[in-house]
């Protein structure tokens, strides 16, 4: 059902031939998984060599996916891949045990997952219920604010679906140059389809709890909050501003809509802060900074984020309207960018 819209373009599905590198998926059988097989397949540097699942073992792609006609069989992980690039797309803690392993074998890594997303060892084991041990790390791969260490990494963790909504419809605030304000407060309500949860069902995510119905969930300690403020130079075990976090699962299967009020400090006269955004992003291939409002389906599909100063900066306060595709800007399609960064590629190969 995730895949709904995929039914309705053409999928190629033949691997180019003489594609140089050869990629393996682990937890190629959920969501995320699977949009990284649908890229992989299309991505003309590319050559899809292994799947590998955990209860879906011994079953084939197609099975789960009939709209992507890919026939090959999930194997195991059993402490080896032969491929040269390795993205991983497991629950939270089945990373930690196997990246160390794919580094010791001289692979290129991509993981999706928050294991090693978080700097401070203590915020996550406070966000994810999981001690690791320090140090336990890659770069932190949004192609936006980090590129050039991207480009260096042979190994990096891909920012969570909220949290790249979120700091993409920051960021500027922040990181921007030309600045004669602070933030001093940001509000932040997003919106998720149902397949941020992944594949795995569970009874208050089933059509009939869900259709015609929103939720609320993790208000004030979603995982993603000490990632987002981590991304803007801040911590949340020593906030430089007042953050509020409230994720909200919606009656949709797919995007993210991020309404981000935020309260501005100092001068924000001379220079709009759609001027401010647009130079930010000038060259983001990925990131569009509309003068109308985004809508989710405008990105659904696309690994765009689509962003709209919704008013301000008026006595000081913002809305900011940030939209993505969750299994694609926001997991698969920046995991593919990333790889793209780290290989040398162009940015947009394979995702266009
Ligand atoms: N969904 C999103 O929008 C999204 C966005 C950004 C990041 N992420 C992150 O990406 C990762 C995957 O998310 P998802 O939504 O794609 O999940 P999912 O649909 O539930 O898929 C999970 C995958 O992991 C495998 N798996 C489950 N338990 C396992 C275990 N104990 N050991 C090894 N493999 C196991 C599953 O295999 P079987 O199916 O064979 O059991 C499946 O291939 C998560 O860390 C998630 O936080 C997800």
Redesign the pocket.
């Given at each position: 059902m995730f895949i709904q819209y995929a039914e309705k373009v053409m999928i190629q599905t033949k691997a180019p031939s003489g594609a140089p590198y050869s990629v393996a998926v682990i937890?190629?059988?959920?969501?995320?998984?699977a949009e990284l097989v649908r890229i992989i397949l299309r991505h003309p540097a590319l050559r899809l060599e292994s799947l590998y699942?955990?209860?879906?073992?011994g079953k084939r792609f197609s099975d789960l996916y009939p709209s992507i006609s890919c026939d090959m069989e999930?194997l195991r992980y059993e402490g080896e891949c032969t491929s040269d690039i390795c993205f991983l797309?497991?629950?939270?803690g089945?990373a930690l045990k196997i990246v160390p392993e794919l580094l010791g074998q001289g692979k290129m890594v991509i993981d999706?997952?928050?294991d090693f997303r978080l700097k401070n060892p203590e915020e996550h084991e406070r966000y994810y219920q999981q001690s690791k041990p320090a140090g336990s790390t890659l770069t932190y791969a949004m192609p936006e604010l980090f590129r050039d260490a991207i480009s260096r990494s042979t190994a990096v963790s891909?920012p969570?679906?909220y949290a790249t909504s979120i700091i993409l419809g920051l960021a500027p605030l922040f990181h921007g140059t030309d600045r004669a304000f602070r933030v001093s407060m940001v509000n932040c309500t997003a919106i998720s389809g149902i397949?941020?949860?992944?594949?795995?069902s569970k009874t208050e995510l089933s059509f009939s709890e869900m259709s015609e119905n929103m939720r609320a969930y993790k208000v004030g300690h979603h995982q993603h909050t000490p990632e987002i403020m981590q991304a803007l130079g801040s911590s949340a075990s020593d906030p430089s501003f007042d953050f509020t976090f409230t994720p909200v699962i919606g009656p949709f299967t797919r995007g993210i809509y991020s309404l981000l009020n935020v309260s501005l400090e100092g001068e924000t006269a001379g220079s709009t802060i759609e001027d401010l955004y647009r130079k930010f992003y000038a060259k983001a291939p990925f990131v569009r900074v509309r003068s109308s409002m985004t809508e989710v389906r405008h990105v659904a599909l696309t690994n765009f984020c689509d962003i709209h100063i919704a008013s301000g900066p008026e006595n000081g306060r913002l809305v900011i309207v940030s939209a993505i595709d969750?299994?694609l800007k926001?997991?698969a399609g920046q995991a593919v960018q990333n790889m793209n960064i780290m290989l040398g590629l162009e940015e947009t190969l394979g995702l266009s």
């Amino acid at each position: 059902m995730f895949i709904q819209y995929a039914e309705k373009v053409m999928i190629q599905t033949k691997a180019p031939s003489g594609a140089p590198y050869s990629v393996a998926v682990i937890g190629a059988s959920g969501y995320s998984g699977a949009e990284l097989v649908r890229i992989i397949l299309r991505h003309p540097a590319l050559r899809l060599e292994s799947l590998y699942a955990f209860s879906q073992v011994g079953k084939r792609f197609s099975d789960l996916y009939p709209s992507i006609s890919c026939d090959m069989e999930f194997l195991r992980y059993e402490g080896e891949c032969t491929s040269d690039i390795c993205f991983l797309a497991l629950p939270h803690g089945e990373a930690l045990k196997i990246v160390p392993e794919l580094l010791g074998q001289g692979k290129m890594v991509i993981d999706l997952s928050g294991d090693f997303r978080l700097k401070n060892p203590e915020e996550h084991e406070r966000y994810y219920q999981q001690s690791k041990p320090a140090g336990s790390t890659l770069t932190y791969a949004m192609p936006e604010l980090f590129r050039d260490a991207i480009s260096r990494s042979t190994a990096v963790s891909n920012p969570g679906c909220y949290a790249t909504s979120i700091i993409l419809g920051l960021a500027p605030l922040f990181h921007g140059t030309d600045r004669a304000f602070r933030v001093s407060m940001v509000n932040c309500t997003a919106i998720s389809g149902i397949s941020g949860a992944g594949r795995t069902s569970k009874t208050e995510l089933s059509f009939s709890e869900m259709s015609e119905n929103m939720r609320a969930y993790k208000v004030g300690h979603h995982q993603h909050t000490p990632e987002i403020m981590q991304a803007l130079g801040s911590s949340a075990s020593d906030p430089s501003f007042d953050f509020t976090f409230t994720p909200v699962i919606g009656p949709f299967t797919r995007g993210i809509y991020s309404l981000l009020n935020v309260s501005l400090e100092g001068e924000t006269a001379g220079s709009t802060i759609e001027d401010l955004y647009r130079k930010f992003y000038a060259k983001a291939p990925f990131v569009r900074v509309r003068s109308s409002m985004t809508e989710v389906r405008h990105v659904a599909l696309t690994n765009f984020c689509d962003i709209h100063i919704a008013s301000g900066p008026e006595n000081g306060r913002l809305v900011i309207v940030s939209a993505i595709d969750n299994l694609l800007k926001g997991a698969a399609g920046q995991a593919v960018q990333n790889m793209n960064i780290m290989l040398g590629l162009e940015e947009t190969l394979g995702l266009s």
